[in-house]
């Protein structure tokens, strides 16, 4: 029973690491400007290597992504979200020696609204993996915020703890990253009505995945059983009361039968 429900863990896995690879090499580049020291570059000279490390990046990305062959239609997407953020950080890392009260201001806006993008994208990566058990959803949640706070704490000056000192009255709208926190957690229960909500289909999928496992393997006994049948009719003595032709035409005959 189990050969006919078709769940290719393998691919499952490459999900996951195609998942998983944009946010790492995002948090790569957020690292590599937090860590960068090399006195107080110009616009330009910031310019200049934020390119240089944007096409290492990119590069590192194809590579990786190019091994994850069960996935590979989900490869472009995946990787023009992948480009849309990496250049959605350039001019950070001269933004880092900017530091005054209103370059932290609205570094605080581009950080949360990246912060919301994120989000966004979780949620619907999220979605195509449902249905899954009610638990997991509640454990991608707590790993998401793990991951914008970890984000933070590698991009703004000093962290969860700076930016507290300047997002409490940011413009268009953008939420404090309090507000933020509260509002993906308030999120668990419509996640959860939408993962229940997608069983009916799934289960429906896997039911005609298994009609056509049973419809095949009645298709290979017949089969089986014919070629038997036809071997054994193939090998069948001459019948005392018929000459070798007369033998032969009949056996035709009966292989013709059940073929048919």
């Known amino acids: 029973m189990g050969k006919f429900i078709l769940i290719d863990l393998k691919k499952r896995g490459e999900h996951s690491e195609l998942k998983k ?10 690292v590599w400007i937090a860590e960068f020291h090399d006195g107080t570059p110009t616009a330009e000279e910031c310019t200049a290597v934020e390119n240089a490390k944007i096409q290492e990046l990119i590069g590192e990305y194809d590579a990786e992504s190019e091994k994850l062959g ?5 490869v472009p997407e995946a990787r023009a979200q992948f480009v849309k953020y990496l250049n959605w950080k350039r001019g950070k890392l001269f933004l880092k020696f900017g530091a005054t009260i209103q370059a932290l201001e609205e570094q605080a806006v581009t950080t949360l609204q990246h912060c919301q993008e994120m989000w966004e994208t979780f949620q619907e990566s999220l979605k195509t993996s449902f249905p899954v058990e009610p638990s997991v959803i509640g454990q991608e949640l707590q790993e998401f915020l793990s991951q914008t706070t970890q984000y933070i704490e590698d991009t703004f ?26 509002s993906i957690m308030a999120s668990e229960h419509k996640l959860k009505e939408a993962n229940t909500a997608a069983i009916p289909d799934e289960l429906a999928k896997l039911q005609e ?8 393997a009645v298709n290979e006994a017949i089969q089986k059983t014919i070629a038997d049948i036809v071997l054994d009719l193939q090998q069948e003595e001459t019948l005392p009361y018929l000459d070798e032709e007369e033998m032969e ?8 039968a059940a073929e048919e």
């Open 209 to 216: 995945s298994s009609k056509e496992g049973f419809k095949l």
């Open 21 to 30: 690879l944009g946010p790492t090499l995002l948090n790569k580049m957020d």
């Open 70 to 74: 069960r996935v590979k239609e989900e």
């Open 157 to 182: 000056p000093e962290g969860v703890k700076g930016l507290d000192q300047f997002d409490d009255a940011l413009p268009n709208g953008t939420p404090s990253y309090t507000e933020f926190q509260r």
């Open 249 to 256: 035409a009949f056996r035709k005959e009966l292989i013709k």
